[in-house]
């Protein structure tokens, strides 16, 4: 099963606009991470977010966590066409079992 | 210096062969996991080591054998190759499994 799942699976925009990239989970988490990754390369660790964290900033990135809709969010404000990738969402549970999702595929164009 | 590094980057191959990747870390992290991404971009965990011992042991085939001679390797070992086992497979590491993650850069491993 899926700890992850994000959503939606894809989502164009144009540069300057934001991006907003939603994720829920199944179970109780020790914290939840997002992570990019650039067309054929490994994923970059973005932001880490802990269970009892609402919200954090990192740059133009805010990620929100709603433990009671075990729901997240990670918002990209005024899109480059360099953000262009898939973002990945990972719930760490707090058992050793931390899943990543399918992704969403961000596309900023210029 | 890069942090988590595999080899081959590239890796074609016939069915019925019998192949290795390695990973090695240099992060001094305690925990090592192995992913495979499909064409459909989906993330899935294979294994995860702790301190060279296994930790996760997903519902892969037992066509697939990781070996962590040491802390700092995880290197996972295929045989008898199947067309479906095409794939890009991730190395990572990290400090312990609730962390952060460190991604290798992936090898792509087409089988024919």
């Known amino acids: 099963s899926q700890q992850g799942e994000e959503d939606p699976q894809a989502l164009s925009i144009q540069e300057g606009e934001n991006a907003t990239m939603n994720c829920s989970y199944k179970?109780?988490?020790?914290?939840l991470q997002w992570y990019r990754q650039n067309s054929g390369r490994g994923l970059v660790h973005l932001i880490l977010?802990?269970?009892?964290?609402r919200e954090k900033h990192s740059g133009r990135l805010r990620v929100t966590l709603d433990t009671s809709k075990k729901s997240s969010s990670l918002l990209i404000t005024a899109s480059r066409a360099a953000d262009t990738a898939s973002y990945f969402c990972?719930?760490?549970?707090?058992?050793?079992?931390?899943?990543f999702g399918a992704g969403t595929r961000l596309t900023v164009k210029p | 210096d890069t942090a988590v590094s595999q080899t081959p980057k590239y890796l074609v191959t016939q069915m019925g062969n019998d192949k290795s990747i390695k990973c090695e870390q240099n992060?001094?992290?305690?925990?090592m996991y192995w992913y495979k991404q499909d064409s459909k971009k989906f993330l899935k965990i294979m294994f995860s080591?702790?301190?060279?011992?296994?930790?996760i042991n997903e519902t892969v085939p037992n066509r697939f054998s990781p070996k962590s001679p040491d802390k700092a390797h995880l290197n996972l070992h295929i045989n008898s190759l199947e067309l479906g086992d095409s794939a890009v497979y991730f190395c990572?590491?990290?400090?312990?499994?609730?962390?952060?993650?460190?991604f290798g850069p992936g090898t792509r491993l087409l089988v024919l």
């Open positions: 990572a590491s990290s400090r312990d499994y609730r962390e952060t993650q460190y």
């Open positions: 179970t109780s988490i020790n914290n």
């Open positions: 977010i802990r269970s009892n964290e």
């Open positions: 990972a719930a760490s549970p707090n058992n050793n079992d931390m899943r």
């Open positions: 992060l001094g992290h305690d925990t």
């Open positions: 080591y702790n301190n060279k011992e296994l930790i």
